[in-house]
């Protein structure tokens, strides 16, 4: 019944991946650009398997149908929940095999075509330990002909052509990154990282709710579609008011201040990452690095969040300039799509 | 556009057109139909095609991009042609599946039937089935008995009914013997048949996942093409090439170390 392999005859598909805490994006030679929930979603039994039809959900849908599943979440702070030891438990397995199938949903979203080969560059933390990094590996080589994997904000940087002197910052939903590049591949000293990130907002946010508006009852995930829609620093015009159940009831709280208090919890710890980089940076280009401070990931569409760093930048460095990356959500991946058609052939071909 | 060029266009516009009766036109309540022939039709997509490309090329360069659109076209179609071909391919798999199915559960509703006869005979009463041969073994000693006791030598009543009894509880001890051997062959044979049924019914189950898979296939997304046909690398007259260079070399030789591989 195995259908025969197709000859790989027909062109290359390069696809790059940022696999994310929050979100897993992918951008492909193909023209596909595609986003997806980290989010891996498994009937609970036998009745939700046949009423959902599915062995497994992914992302949005996932979500929706969270109550029929066992969900996972299996990126925790931009790395995989997985120790690869001997010390591996029940739920770690789970999250691995969640992460393979989150992975392989990835690549099917870039909707490769059978007859061409299939060159991938995914962006993992930097962090990520060798045990992870393989897992990752190991998950998408089911899928494509050749991986690679690289630093997610070295890939932000290569994806805009700004190779030398630039310091990235990467907001994630689990982790912050900050690298400088200097034309050659950050080291461990050209990166910092925090745990600082949209889960922390998300937290921040949900507790100054409950705090502050009597009765209203919120979920993280409601908590987590306000921050997408009204997340600002600094200064606005606009008043945040958004409509929260009491008791069942549908009321009205305004949130500008609570909106605005939780998202500056993550300027403090960038502040701190970009003065450690360029304080230790060699003094010659330090006022050039300071300029050319790109901001990137999933936390970079908080309004306000450039010039509030800027601001701080100033303060504490003299002065600086930051700029935000046009396409947040599909940086990291053009990025990785970029240094996958850059790749020579026998590269690709030694790892296939 | 030359002769065999309009003749493989003409080709390409009938495989794609679709055939129907005039019965059929009237059924869905068609009265008249406007005919366009298939050279006009050609000939309005030259014209088409041409006007296009006069807007925007000159000279060499219009037909070199008229013959890669030909080129194009013609490729595009045979990929409908072999998407068509796999579509079949894979509706025949499924087919063929669900015949394996299908003959997976008449085999396992077979091996059940079977079990349940095996098991139903295992319990008939054992009694019956013996009285009979009690009856001809009783019937036999009777006779040893009768011609001894008419030989003379032999006596009485009380004799003749020792010996049934004494032959009776000879018979039974056997019996019993047999019986547990053949208890143990019964069992031994059941068990297998629920081995059989068990594999049997584990074989279904995973036929029926391949099933269900197949049929989920029936929306086949044969993909998109990538913009490349070939592998692509840096090019040499790219901004910061010796940089870029050294930094996918740097790359590469990190995934050896990470992927294991001899350098």
Redesign the interface.
């Known amino acids: ?1 195995e ?1 025969v392999a197709p000859e790989k005859d ?5 696809i790059g991946m940022d696999l994310g805490t929050s979100r897993t994006s992918v951008s ?5 650009r595609e986003t997806v929930y980290s989010m891996v979603g498994y009937p609970k039994d036998v009745v939700s398997k046949k009423l959902l ?1 599915k062995d497994v959900l992914f992302g949005k849908e996932a979500l929706e149908k969270r109550l029929s599943l066992k969900m996972y979440k299996p990126l925790e702070k931009g790395v995989l929940k997985y120790s690869g030891d001997g010390s591996m438990t029940e739920e770690m397995k789970a999250n691995l095999k969640a992460a393979q199938d989150l992975i392989g949903e990835a690549i099917r979203l870039a ?4 007859d ?2 299939v ?1 991938c560059v995914i962006g993992a933390p930097a962090e990520a330990s ?1 045990k992870n ?2 897992a990752i ?1 190991e998950a998408a080589r089911a899928h494509v002909d050749s991986v ?3 630093s997610e904000p070295f890939s932000v940087a ?1 994806g805009l ?1 700004w ?2 002197d630039v310091l990235v910052i990467d907001i994630g939903a689990g982790t912050t990154d900050l690298c400088r590049m200097h ?3 950050p080291e461990d000293a050209d990166q910092v990282m925090y745990e600082i990130a949209g889960d922390a907002v998300d937290a921040e946010l949900k507790r100054l709710i409950l705090q502050s508006c009597t009765g209203a009852q919120v979920s993280d995930l409601m908590v987590k579609e306000i921050k997408e829609r009204y997340s600002f620093v600094g200064d606005t015009s606009e008043r945040v008011v958004v409509e929260l159940p009491v008791s069942g009831k549908p009321t009205q709280f305004d949130i500008t201040e609570q909106m605005r208090k939780a998202c500056s919890v993550l300027i403090d710890p960038i502040l701190e990452g970009i003065y450690r980089l360029i304080s230790t940076f060699d003094p010659e280009f330090q006022v050039r690095l300071k300029n050319r401070v790109l901001l990137a990931g999933g936390g970079s569409m908080i309004r306000g969040l450039d010039t509030a760093i800027e601001r701080a930048m100033k303060e504490r460095l003299g002065g600086g300039k930051v700029i935000r990356i046009e396409e947040p959500i599909y940086g990291g991946a053009n990025g990785a799509l970029k ?1 996958a ?5 026998e ?2 071909e ?2 296939k | 556009m030359g002769g065999t060029d309009r003749n493989t266009l003409k080709d390409a516009v009938r495989r794609i057109a679709f055939r129907t009766s005039l019965d059929s036109l009237k059924k869905q309540g068609v009265e008249q139909v406007s005919v366009l022939g298939i050279d006009r039709i050609i000939a309005l997509i030259e014209e088409a095609v041409h006007r296009s490309l006069k807007s925007r090329f000159v000279g060499i360069e219009r037909d070199a991009v008229a013959d890669a659109t030909k080129a194009e076209f013609l490729r595009l179609l045979r990929t409908n042609e072999d998407l068509q071909r796999q579509k079949t ?1 894979v509706e025949k ?1 499924r087919d ?2 669900q015949e394996e199915v299908d003959q997976m559960r008449r085999e396992l509703s077979h091996q059940q039937h079977a079990l349940a006869e095996r098991l139903q005979q295992g319990s008939l009463p054992d009694t019956s089935r013996y009285a009979g041969e009690d009856a001809a073994i009783a019937a036999k000693v009777k006779d040893l008995v009768g011609a001894l006791f008419r030989a003379g030598d032999v006596g009485s009543a009380e004799l003749q009914e020792r010996v049934l009894e004494l032959i009776i509880d000879t018979v039974g001890h056997e019996r019993r013997n047999a019986e547990s051997a053949r208890r143990a062959l019964r069992d031994r044979e059941v068990e297998n048949m629920q081995r059989r049924i068990e594999k049997l019914t584990q074989s279904l189950e995973t036929t029926e996942h ?1 099933l269900r898979q197949v049929a ?1 296939m029936k929306d086949i ?14 090019g040499g007259g ?3 090439y010796g ?2 260079k ?7 030789q ?3 170390r ?2 294991k ?1 001899p350098q």
């Open positions: 019944m259908a027909h062109g290359v598909l390069y492909a030679s193909n023209g596909v039809k909707r490769p075509r059978k061409e080969l060159y060798m990094k393989e590996i690679m994997l690289c290569y052509d190779l030398e034309g050659t591949m240094i058609h850059d790749m020579p052939e590269f690709w030694k790892l | 391919e798999l063929r599946a391949r989920a997304d044969d993909g998109i093409s990538s913009i490349y046909r070939e592998v692509q690398g840096l790219e901004e910061s940089k870029k050294e930094l996918m070399s740097a790359i590469f990190a995934n050896m990470l992927q591989k």
